[in-house]
């Protein structure tokens, strides 16, 4: 699946590798408006078995969840979100449901597959998860995201999705002292990735600093994150 520009304005497109089998799904913003975002925009596929999921428009909601099966009848609209959905949407895929996430919303949305509907999550949202890399990332049914105040710092913290008592918690301390800098330059932590049950991450100090601390995070524990003193 790709994006193309034609007389049909910015579509999706799919191919097999041949002339003949390079088509357009379908004009889903009929006439020569775009349906989806032109190639100067960063565009996110994300695919579910033989279902392909992105972002599209076909009216005055603004983009939207769409899926498509590769046929024009198949490649219809799911998500009805006011204002519409972020355009940087990732669209990543937990316990077999696509999340995706609108600037107006705290929470992530969720596309239910079995349930064919769409509705607000458990799972936090902020925009800053889509201004730079390792800001947040799903491992399981787990989200794992970068935080701050000016009481613990730059900490990292862990939400289950089930909108339960320290379902969204803070998850460790990793530095009582010195790792808060009321300045703009202040950054967040950053993850790096997962190994098994350990949450790799490097720490955000203070950005005058040149050493950066790297942690790991047993994902296991139900450690608790004590008050800085």
Known sequence: YFMANTSSGWELWKTDGSNSGTVQVADINPGPANGVLDVFSTVTLTNLGDTLYFAAKNDSMGYQLWRSDGTPT?????????????????????????????FYSPSYY???????????????????FYLSDGK??????????????????????????????????????????????????????????????????????????????LFVYDTNLMQACHTPS
């Open 110 to 128: 969720k596309y239910d597959v079995a349930q064919d509907s769409s509705y607000l999550s458990a799972y936090p949202f902020f925009y800053y």
């Open 74 to 102: 198949g490649t219809v609209r799911l998500s009805n979100v006011t204002n519409g959905i972020l355009t940087s949407n990732t669209f990543p895929i937990v316990d077999g449901n696509v999340m995706f996430a609108s």
């Open 136 to 213: 947040y990332l799903f491992s399981g049914s787990k989200l794992f995201y970068a935080g701050k105040d000016s009481i613990y710092g730059p900490e990292m913290w862990q939400a289950d999705g089930t909108g339960a008592v320290n379902g969204d918690r803070r998850i460790q301390e990793t530095h009582l002292l010195n790792n808060w800098y009321p300045t703009s330059g202040q950054g967040f932590n950053t993850i790096l990735g997962t190994i098994d049950s350990k949450l790799i991450f490097r720490q955000a100090r203070n950005p005058y600093e040149a050493s950066i601390p």
